[in-house]
């Protein structure tokens, strides 16, 4: 059992940190507008804070979550019980090498895609309108409008703070220092909102994102236009998570959802957007447990009406579940 009280002491303590908070409402760092209390809020500026952080909490056995900018996560009214970890300064930094793009995990999507335009480089615009960071796309192989981050990552750097992975594995990748390694693309075991840190309990530091030289001004109108396409398809109005469920395979979740008879459903103010029903939304005052609710009522008429169980995109943190999976 973690001792939050010595654990909060021995945090400020550490040189590096940014920001410390208790009992820090979730609700206004996650795009759902939504959701209990963390016990303890923690911005690191510096790898070396990271670090330290990460062993204190392995031996406190207290648990952490990395904390992107929650736009694909869901903490329950009952709160978090662990360590709410925000990386800072250091991480946002980013730079063109030639072709490639190197950017820490915390840089937005949307201003590395427009960094990419800025330099002539293409690859990168379907990822101009996620709300995510290059961290939080990495774990999830973010994707939109037929591209994805597997088709651009170069190489991640990440940071093992426990357990390494299989020696077998570990051959085939550069060391880059004491438990970090930089892993090819190619072995991130890249999948449909899939990677490998989704397998393990890694921290991913930075990444190079490998273009193509193009047009500055194609690049930027098809930016524009895929603006423009997310704008009339998507609730952008109202807060929510995104597309909350994964595409089944042979099938659109927002279409079984629609043929359920699903659209404008809703549990408190969570609600199935009319506009896109694959978008759960906050009308105004959801509760995360609305928000639970409605997924799973969701779910029961889809499988009903189709024989389909969808998955939720969505990390759900809490009495939801651990994070890891859901």
């Not at 800072?88 to 201003?111: C, K, M, N, Y």
């Amino acid at each position: 059992m973690c001792n939050y009280d010595d654990l909060g002491k021995r945090i400020k303590e550490l040189s590096g940190i940014g920001v410390f908070r208790e009992h820090e409402p979730m609700s206004g760092h996650c795009t759902f507008r939504a959701g209990g209390k963390t016990r303890f809020y923690v911005e690191t500026e510096t790898e070396q804070a990271l670090k330290e952080l990460l062993a204190l909490l392995g031996e406190e056995g207290c648990p952490w979550f990395l904390l992107g900018n929650g736009s694909n996560l869901l903490v329950s009214d009952r709160g978090y019980d662990g360590v709410m970890i925000r990386l800072g300064a250091e991480f946002a930094q980013l730079r063109t090498e030639g072709d490639v793009i190197r950017a820490g995990a915390a840089v937005p999507l949307a201003r590395l895609a427009n960094a990419a335009a800025d330099e002539g480089l293409t690859g990168l615009e379907f990822a101009g309108g996620i709300p995510g960071t290059l961290g939080g796309a990495l774990v999830m192989n973010a994707g939109a409008y037929g591209g994805e981050m597997a088709d651009v990552v170069q190489w991640v750097r990440l940071f093992f703070p426990k357990e390494l992975p299989p020696e077998t594995e570990r051959k085939k990748w550069e060391s880059a220092g004491e438990r970090m390694f930089i892993v090819p693309g190619s072995e991130m075991r890249f999948s449909y909102r899939h990677s490998l840190l989704k397998e393990c309990r890694a921290v991913a530091l930075e990444a190079g994102i490998a273009l193509q030289s193009g047009e500055r001004e194609a690049i930027l109108d098809r930016m524009a236009e895929l603006r423009k396409q997310r704008s009339e398809k998507q609730p952008l109005e109202y807060p929510s998570a995104g597309s909350f469920f994964k595409r089944p395979e042979g099938a659109f979740a927002g279409k079984l959802i629609a043929d359920a008879g699903c659209k404008g459903l809703s549990v408190g103010d969570a609600c199935v957007s009319e506009k896109h029903a694959g978008f759960i939304i906050n009308k105004g005052s959801a509760s995360a447990g609305d928000i639970r609710a409605l997924m799973d009522e969701v779910r029961e008429r889809v499988e009903k009406g189709s024989g389909i169980r969808l998955e939720a995109e969505v990390i759900l943190l809490g009495e939801f579940g651990d994070g890891r999976s859901i």
